[in-house]
């Protein structure tokens, strides 16, 4: 668990006060919103289990959110929704998530290490880490608050919507999935840009 420390621990010995891991869920997905999360912990807090949220069976993604939302010393997440993504693409609707999560954390952080390798442009001093979910104790914690948040949600719209299958698949295109959205066709929660080759448009 240590080594999830190194990268923040660099920061914290150059002077900065608060380091916070950002990452997002469900920029794949043909359904549903974007969510990022964001997280400050306290420096090299030891939490048995964290990782990348992909790596995690559901059950321990949902008790390491519960552990990290009690421990953290800030924590945010924010949702993009569908109309949004179709309007200005998936990779800026990421952005608009990760500054909308950022810039709710109170206390504000002094640094921000994100996940990838592209600078959503937070206005806080960023690094890009790729494989920061795998490497970074705050982006783990990150990826999981927003894995866990978009998922919920994704369950709580199959019971509007319980033909798709999204509490199964979360929205993603999966083989049940294709094979509704052609017997059922798009529903309001569809991102319509995400379809075209379905639809040829």
């Known amino acids: 668990m240590t080594e999830l420390w190194t990268i923040e621990n660099e920061y914290y010995a150059q002077g900065f006060g608060l380091v916070c891991g950002v990452d997002e869920a469900g920029r794949g997905p043909l359904a549903g919103p974007v969510c990022a999360g964001a997280c400050i912990l306290p420096q090299n807090l030891e939490i048995a289990g964290l990782n990348d949220s992909k790596k995690l069976s559901e059950k321990k993604r949902e008790a390491l959110y519960e552990e990290i939302t009690s421990k953290a010393l800030a924590w945010a997440v924010c949702l993009i929704d569908e109309k949004t ?12 998530a990760m500054r909308g999560a950022v810039s709710a954390l109170k206390p504000q952080p002094d640094f921000c290490l994100v996940d990838g390798n592209r600078d959503p442009g937070l206005g806080i001093a960023t690094r890009t880490v790729v494989k920061g979910d795998s490497l970074c104790a705050t982006v783990a914690a990150a990826s999981i608050l927003a894995k866990v948040t978009r998922d919920r949600l ?3 719209l199959d019971k509007t919507y319980p033909q798709y299958g999204f509490a199964v698949h979360k929205g993603y295109g999966t083989k049940a999935h294709y094979a509704a959205l052609e017997a059922y066709g798009p529903c309001p929660i569809h991102r319509l840009t995400f379809l075209k080759k379905l639809y040829g448009g």
Do not use: F, H, P, S
Request: hydrophobic share 45%.
């Open 154 to 156: 994704m369950k709580e």
């Open 85 to 96: 993504i179709d309007r200005v693409n998936i990779l800026q609707a990421t952005y608009l």
